[in-house]
């Protein structure tokens, strides 16, 4: 212990004057090198100075083990080191190459004494300093950005490129369900093209970052795929690659975040049902506590869609589960999950809806789907999230702005067309254009785009008014042209009819527009034609919803009771459809009015030609028709009329031909007087004319002819209506007779018989009308 003080005061003595002739030569450069030497460390000088180290170790008392002699030691190579630097040798740490550099001295000023001349830094770009690049303020960005003259150059593209990447990531990170619309317009102002992979990346991370959002990023995904289907594929590809890393490493968080956003991009048509079902059967082929729940949070998500679209394929995911629930060893938690997930399914998934309410911002004919495997090889394409300088830069700026506007373009006017109805000009089926020699060429819009958007618009305000004055003032607001007028008519008609139960909204609805303008009450009569007529074609709730608007607009006088001439009630006129709207029909219409109104309306003399349809008079057979219909329906007081005319229908056939045969007589004898006459004059004229008269007689004679046998046919129908109607008048006598016969005895009934049948006989008809005949 004596020993290692002594040694410790002998070192630090040894110091002392070690640093007092250091001050002295420090005037020298050499000195100076040495001096900052000993300030480095120990690993700097690449040697180990553990003489202090050992030394105080050895005061404290842990390491008492050294080496004595180690001040000995480094006193010894302290000198050698040195006599080396007096005579001009390097030192043993080998400077770095710069330092070297920097270091070298000339032989001119190594004599001299004075320090040698530093060379300035070269200035070099802060953005090109690191590869991710350092941080610039916007303002000294910009500010930069409007110095470069060249725009092509490595330093603005590099600075074009850290503002695009900031601005993807800073638009990603502040987007939700209040501020998409401004946030996907924001997003396609930048060169996502150029930018995809920073895109893409971002918005990985972002999901990633907070999953509850997930519905959010895959409708921005979803709208960016419908203009930009290569990025959606990117996006894609690398959600299937992430999922797979995540299966081989058993990293269930990754897994989830993955497949969650998968089933939401499944939801909003971007992936294809194939791809979830691959990854359901990968995760339940051999199931692992891991591996089933993250299964089951995958079909939750999306479970109502696979439903939808691939029910049979639904039924095998969950029959796998039910073994899985049975015979697998798994946890209790496990199980209890997945006899949830049976709860869920059970209820409809009503707690996890296809889109969230305000998502759904693409039409699913506008949307591009998909069909990636989940087995195949893809590549990430990692290469496009780093900077690469573009030789064609310029160009392609360009060309991503004429993009752009003709893709804002279409948003704004989808937007005016949502709040002002379009111009005449985007609703119009023909446009006119000037090919190159001058002359105006017509183009025929066959696609209906203009009719598509056109309906899409009156949907929307149909879909987004609370009653229908506010629908009505929206409608009229839009100042569509007088050639849509029946569009819309049929647009009204279709939401009517799409509803599950009739709703009095579009009933009244056509009812305001039809007393606004008479235009409309003319397209509503001749829509009532169109659907009476193809009214087979409709389901029967739509037929009822159909029918119960038309009832509405009669009820009201919307529209005039003549529409109803199209209708006509007879067996083969009518079918199966055309009845059930009737029956529909009318019988809401009797709701609306009262069975005594609607009997009196259909009394009106001045609509009776409208009437003759649906309650026939022409043919007994079709008035028994509509008699038999209106009863079945429960509308028989409306046949009032047509039964007494179905009971007046003989005697009104009699009086018909009786008419018919005096009709016919007298033309018979007009005809004979004036054939007489011709015979007369025909004898008395030359020979010239005889051929001319003797064919006019032949022509007379035939008529007679056929006069004489339409006559005997008519005769014979008379005598048997008469005879029947005789032998109606003749059963009361014969029951008085009878009660004679009872009273009399054998012999007078055996008179009275023969009586009887003298007179019967004499009054047969056959008898009569041979009688008539032979004294013809």
């Not at 109805?421 to 105006?440: R, Y």
Request: charged content about 35%; proline content about 4%; glycine content about 4%.
């Amino acid at each position: 212990m004596k020993n290692s003080v002594a040694q410790l005061r002998h070192t630090s003595s040894y110091e002392r004057r070690e640093g007092h002739s250091s001050r002295r030569r420090s005037s020298s450069p050499e000195d100076r090198y040495d001096e900052q030497e000993r300030s480095w460390s120990p690993p700097e000088r690449n040697y180990s100075d553990h003489s202090r180290y050992d030394l105080e170790r050895s005061g404290s008392g842990r390491y008492i083990d050294r080496h004595e002699d180690t001040g000995e030691k480094e006193r010894e190579r302290y000198r050698k080191e040195r006599e080396r630097d007096s005579d001009g040798r390097k030192p043993r740490r080998s400077p770095s190459p710069k330092e070297s550099k920097e270091r070298t001295v000339p032989p001119s000023s190594a004599g001299s004494g004075e320090p040698p001349a530093k060379k300035k830094k070269e200035d070099l770009d802060p953005i090109l300093t690191r590869t991710g690049g350092a941080y610039i303020p916007p303002a000294k960005l910009r500010m930069m950005q409007q110095q470069i003259t060249d725009k092509s150059s490595l330093a603005y593209q590099r600075m074009s490129w850290e503002a695009l990447k900031k601005s993807i990531n800073g638009l990603i990170n502040k987007v939700n369900v209040s501020n998409i619309g401004n946030i996907i317009q924001e997003i396609l102002q930048e060169n996502i093209v150029r930018g995809r992979g920073q895109l893409a990346r971002s918005v990985l991370q972002a999901q990633s970052a907070s999953p509850i959002f997930t519905h959010v990023y895959a409708a921005v995904v979803a709208i960016i795929n419908s203009k930009f289907p290569n990025i959606g594929e990117l996006i894609l590809k690398r959600l299937i690659l992430n999922f797979r890393k995540g299966y081989r490493r058993n990293d269930k968080t990754l897994c989830l975040t993955a497949s969650k956003f998968v089933a939401h991009l499944m939801n909003q048509n971007v992936a294809h049902e194939v791809l979830a079902l691959e990854m359901l059967t990968l995760l339940l082929e051999r199931p692992t506590d891991d591996s089933v729940e993250v299964a089951i949070g995958f079909l939750k998500e999306c479970g109502l869609k696979l439903t939808q679209v691939t029910p049979r394929g639904v039924n095998a995911i969950f029959d796998r589960l039910r073994n899985v629930l049975h015979e697998s060893d798994i946890d209790k938690r496990v199980q209890y999950m997945i006899e949830v997930m049976f709860a869920v399914r059970k209820d409809g998934f009503k707690d996890h809806p296809i889109i969230p309410e305000g998502l759904d911002l693409i039409e699913e004919d506008e949307q591009f789907t998909h069909m990636l495997p989940l087995e195949d090889e893809y590549n990430p394409e990692d290469i496009l999230n780093v900077f690469k300088m573009d030789s064609d830069f310029l160009e392609n700026e360009e060309k991503y702005k004429v993009l752009k506007k003709e893709i804002l373009d279409e948003g704004d006017s989808d937007s005016e067309n949502d709040h002002a109805g379009g111009s005449s000009d985007e609703d119009s089926d023909e446009e006119d254009e000037e090919d190159e020699q001058g002359e105006k060429v017509t183009i025929h819009d066959k696609t209906e785009i203009n009719l598509v958007s056109f309906r899409r618009t009156i949907y929307l305000a149909i879909q987004s008014s609370l009653d229908f004055e506010e629908c009505a003032h929206k409608l009229l607001k839009m100042d569509f042209p007088e050639s849509q007028t029946k569009e819309l008519c049929n647009m009204i008609l279709d939401c009517c009819a799409q509803q599950r139960t009739y709703e009095k909204f579009f009933g009244l609805l056509a009812g305001r527009f039809c007393m606004l303008k008479k235009d409309y009450m003319e397209a509503f009569e001749n829509i009532f034609k169109e659907q009476y007529d193809t009214i087979h074609r409709l389901e029967t709730n739509k037929l009822r919803n159909v029918a119960k608007m038309f009832a509405h607009l009669l009820y009201t006088d919307s529209i005039p009771w003549s529409v109803l001439e199209c209708i006509i009630l007879s067996e083969e006129t009518t079918t199966s459809s055309s009845r059930i709207f009737v029956k529909i029909f009318f019988q809401e219409l009797c709701e609306y009015m009262g069975l005594p109104k609607l009997n009196a309306r259909l009394k009106d003399e001045t609509l009776q030609p409208f009437f003759e349809g649906l309650l026939p008079r022409d043919n007994p057979r079709n008035t028994r028709f509509a008699i038999n219909f209106f009863t079945s329906i429960g509308l028989g007081g409306l046949t009032d009329e047509l039964r007494e005319h179905l009971k007046n229908a003989p005697k009104m056939i009699m009086t018909q031909k009786q008419d018919v045969e005096s009709s016919d007589s007298s033309s018979a004898s007009s005809s004979s007087d004036s054939n007489d006459s011709d015979l007369d004059s025909s004898s008395s004229s030359s020979s010239e004319n005889s051929s001319s008269s003797a064919s006019s007689t032949n022509s007379d004679e035939y008529k007679r002819k056929t006069n004489r046998q339409q006559r005997k046919k008519k005769s014979k129908e008379s005598h048997k209506v008469s005879s029947r109607k005789r032998a109606s008048e003749r059963k009361e006598p014969e029951n008085r007779a009878e009660q004679r016969r009872h009273r009399s005895s054998s012999d007078g009934r055996r008179k009275s018989r023969k009586s009887d049948r003298h007179s019967d006989y004499a009054s047969h008809p056959k008898v009569s009308h041979q009688s008539s005949l032979l004294s013809r």
